[in-house]
């Protein structure tokens, strides 16, 4: 009978050492290394859904753009107006950031583009008159925009940077065609949906 109770005490034993051995231990070490292993992981993985790109707030008005290009050529001193011309054409969502006029606007309309056109004017109507190296550095943004690999579908933000861009007085020179074939042959491989409403923008 002893030896019954012996053999039943250390089965009870050992099925209690197993059981705990299975239980995740609880201290803080573990959370720690739980955390530091989320947080190692790739983007992907960590956000599967990724949301729209956030667009920065531009501040500048047309006035204060026309101030800064008046002091500009009175004084020679680009740099202002250079940074200005180098920061909105770097990519579409600088583009947006410029011209949209409200950076959180959705603007899903044929009706409105939501884009400030007296300042997209303003801007292009300067941009001829701009020392070399800033126009190259416009042209330049603007091969950069165009050479990024896209995934998936357009956003209107997208087509208002295609609807700003296919406006620059640049194209009139030999010299940019390539770039504007390669604007244009984007715009081209665009849904009939996308073409929809840069035809009705631009007709505005």
Excluded at 97 to 120: C, H, L, M, P, Q
Aim: net charge positive; proline share 5%.
């Amino acid at each position: 009978a002893t030896t019954q109770m012996q053999k039943s005490q250390k089965n009870s034993t050992r099925h209690n050492v197993i059981k705990r051995r299975e239980l995740p231990p609880i201290c803080s070490d573990v959370r720690q290394k739980q955390r530091l292993s989320i947080d190692t992981l790739p983007p992907e993985v960590k956000a599967p859904f990724p949301s729209d790109p956030v667009i920065p707030l531009r501040t500048k008005t047309t006035k204060e753009f026309q101030e800064d290009m008046e002091r500009a050529v009175q004084s020679g001193d680009w740099r202002e107006v250079r940074e200005f011309y180098l920061t909105t054409f770097d990519s579409f969502i600088e583009i947006n950031a410029a011209f949209k006029r409200e950076a959180n606007g959705s603007f899903n309309t044929i009706d409105d583009s939501g884009v400030n056109a007296k300042f997209v004017n303003a801007v292009y109507d300067a941009l001829l008159g701009t020392p070399q190296d800033i126009q190259k550095s416009v042209l330049k943004g603007i091969i950069n925009s165009l050479l990024r690999e896209w995934k998936g579908p357009r956003t209107k933000d997208d087509l208002r940077a295609y609807f700003i861009l296919v406006q620059n007085p640049q194209y009139s020179s030999t010299s940019t065609y390539v770039i504007y074939a390669h604007l244009l042959r984007q715009i081209a491989a665009l849904s009939e949906a996308d073409h929809h409403f840069l035809v009705h923008w631009l007709k505005k």
